[in-house]
T-cell receptor
Framework: GAVVSQHPSRVICKSGTSVKIECRSL??????MFWYRQFPKQSLMLMATSNEGSKATYEQGVEKDKFLINHASLTLSTLTVTSAHPEDSSFYICSARQGPYGYTFGSGTRLTVV | GENVEQHPSTLSVQEGDSAVIKCTYS??????FPWYKQELGKRPQLIIDIRSNVGEKKDQRIAVTLNKTAKHFSLHITETQPEDSAVYFC????????FGTGTSLTVIP
């Protein structure tokens, strides 16, 4: 079946630094990838939708300059959290779309900003 | 954008009983409604889905119903088992893909 690889699974960074999270579709081409953020015991909140070769569409309230999304190829999308602060600590998870009804999730990234 | 509401937020049932989780959505363009099971710290796992041209779908102990007119859909789990305990999320796909608020299901042995 479709596999999406997300790295890193866990990252701890210092406040003010930037962190890049990668999401790769291993055996299919994903024209669309979604990025979600999940706080403990809460739902997955859609942050942005990225389409290969074009700018990402951000949800209301999500700072595009803080959460940089690049979808440079059909198999790779990256989320960079710039100038991270403790409030950015969260579980980030990507989802890649394959066809009209195929959505595969990455394994998630636990970001802790200290 | 889409607004997906999910109820209840927590649900406890005795082993062997049925569990029902309900979701409503707002975007009439939504045409795909999956359900996910998520265990702590792990990715959501698709358990069943339904498309807008179907009213009901069943897979062993799990079934989903969809009422497009009323914009609501439900997950039914029969003969619940302790391993069904997890957080369940509904989702609705129109132009984007939004999740419901989640239901923490506990099956009591």
């Amino acid at each position: 079946g479709a596999v999406v690889s997300q790295h890193p699974s866990r990252v701890i960074c210092k406040s003010g630094t930037s962190v890049k999270i990668e999401c790769r579709s291993l055996d299919f081409q994903a024209t669309t990838m979604f990025w979600y953020r999940q706080f403990p015991k809460q739902s997955l909140m859609l942050m942005a939708t990225s389409n290969e070769g074009s700018k990402a569409t951000y949800e209301q309230g999500v700072e595009k300059d803080k959460f940089l999304i690049n979808h440079a190829s059909l198999t790779l999308s990256t989320l960079t959290v710039t100038s991270a602060h403790p409030e950015d600590s969260s579980f980030y998870i990507c989802s890649a779309r394959q066809g009209p009804y195929g959505y595969t999730f990455g394994s998630g990234t636990r970001l802790t900003v200290v | 954008g889409e607004n997906v509401e999910q109820h209840p937020s927590t649900l406890s049932v005795q082993e062997g009983d049925s569990a029902v989780i309900k979701c409503t959505y707002s975007d009439s363009a939504s045409n795909y409604f999956p359900w996910y099971k998520q265990e702590l710290g792990k990715r959501p796992q698709l358990i069943i889905d339904i498309r807008s041209n179907v009213g009901e779908k069943k897979d062993q102990r799990i079934a989903v119903t969809l009422n497009k007119t009323a914009k609501h859909f439900s997950l039914h789990i029969t003969e619940t088992q302790p391993e069904d305990s997890a957080v369940y999320f509904c989702a609705a796909r129109g132009n984007q893909f939004y999740f419901g608020t989640g239901t923490s299901l506990t099956v009591i042995p």
